[in-house]
């Protein structure tokens, strides 16, 4: 694997007309990331990706970047953590966390479980407001319920010992609109409203399995990982 970081260029992006920004900017920066890697029409996602700073970019991939038009700058090197049972580590992650049901019919439904968790505190309260907690309080809890509860799968150990040192550093909702070149089907709805929910979460844990580990820090955690969710980054804590 590769880990890159890659720096776009503003005034080759401006030129082409490929500055994300504004409301769609989650979306204009997942077709940057995939042009970054789009080698070749029919290639499938074989990286993850984060946004660092506006324009500034993590990328976890298979293979090298293809940084074609000069639109980057680009630094990479192998990625082979080195980890071993009962590691202490420092992690970050950005998730797009869900709580999935089903309706009547059987569809699966996601739910955003920041917003998830405020619906529950005001059906349990009668839908008074007074004395709810805070969004930021309620993604913390729900932030650590929804990590804790997959943290076994990740390969790590979170316990109440770690709770005190977890932080949802960020909760940020965004919705944006999927730009289709091909012309829309008579009858036939076009689902180009897309809802991502960014937690950027940081914590310590211990390392239960290096080889789980290692297979969500490259194949990244939970949803939403062609926009910018998913990648999960773990150093030695001393």
């Given at each position: 694997?590769?880990?890159?970081?890659?720096?776009?260029?503003?005034?080759?992006?401006?030129?082409?007309?490929?500055?994300?920004?504004?409301?769609?900017?989650?979306?204009?920066?997942?077709?940057?990331?995939?042009?970054?890697?789009?080698?070749?029409?029919?290639?499938?996602?074989?990286?993850?990706?984060?946004?660092l700073d506006p324009g500034v970019f993590i990328t976890v991939s298979a293979r090298p970047p293809h940084n074609a038009g000069n639109l980057w700058a680009v630094q990479s090197k192998p990625y082979s953590p080195q980890l071993r049972e009962g590691d202490r580590i420092h992690f970050t992650l950005r998730a797009n966390p869900v709580r999935k049901t089903h309706d009547a019919d059987g569809r699966?439904?996601?739910?955003?479980?920041?917003?998830?968790?405020?619906?529950?505190?005001?059906?349990?309260?009668?839908?008074?407001?007074?004395?709810?907690?805070?969004?930021?309080?309620?993604?913390?809890?729900?932030?650590?319920?929804?990590?804790?509860?997959?943290?076994?799968?990740?390969?790590?150990?979170?316990?109440?010992?770690?709770?005190?040192?977890?932080?949802?550093?960020?909760?940020?909702?965004?919705?944006?609109?999927?730009?289709?070149?091909?012309?829309?089907?008579?009858?036939?709805?076009?689902?180009?409203?897309?809802?991502?929910?960014?937690?950027?979460?940081?914590?310590?844990?211990?390392?239960?399995?290096?080889?789980?580990?290692?297979?969500?820090?490259?194949?990244?955690?939970?949803?939403?990982?062609?926009?910018?969710?998913?990648?999960?980054?773990?150093?030695?804590?001393?």
């Amino acid at each position: 694997m590769i880990i890159s970081k890659a720096i776009l260029n503003k005034r080759e992006a401006v030129m082409a007309s490929l500055v994300p920004g504004g409301d769609n900017g989650v979306y204009d920066a997942h077709q940057l990331l995939w042009k970054l890697f789009a080698d070749n029409p029919e290639r499938r996602r074989d990286f993850l990706y984060r946004e660092l700073d506006p324009g500034v970019f993590i990328t976890v991939s298979a293979r090298p970047p293809h940084n074609a038009g000069n639109l980057w700058a680009v630094q990479s090197k192998p990625y082979s953590p080195q980890l071993r049972e009962g590691d202490r580590i420092h992690f970050t992650l950005r998730a797009n966390p869900v709580r999935k049901t089903h309706d009547a019919d059987g569809r699966q439904l996601r739910y955003d479980i920041v917003q998830d968790a405020r619906k529950r505190w005001l059906a349990e309260h009668g839908d008074q407001r007074d004395g709810m907690p805070s969004r930021h309080t309620l993604a913390q809890d729900a932030g650590w319920q929804w990590l804790t509860a997959r943290a076994p799968d990740l390969g790590l150990e979170l316990d109440e010992a770690d709770r005190s040192l977890f932080q949802v550093e960020r909760y940020l909702p965004c919705s944006f609109t999927k730009r289709r070149a091909e012309r829309p089907v008579p009858g036939k709805r076009r689902a180009d409203s897309v809802s991502v929910s960014q937690l950027d979460m940081a914590g310590f844990a211990t390392v239960l399995d290096p080889v789980a580990l290692c297979h969500a820090l490259f194949n990244g955690v939970g949803s939403a990982k062609a926009f910018g969710c998913g990648l999960l980054l773990v150093r030695r804590s001393r």
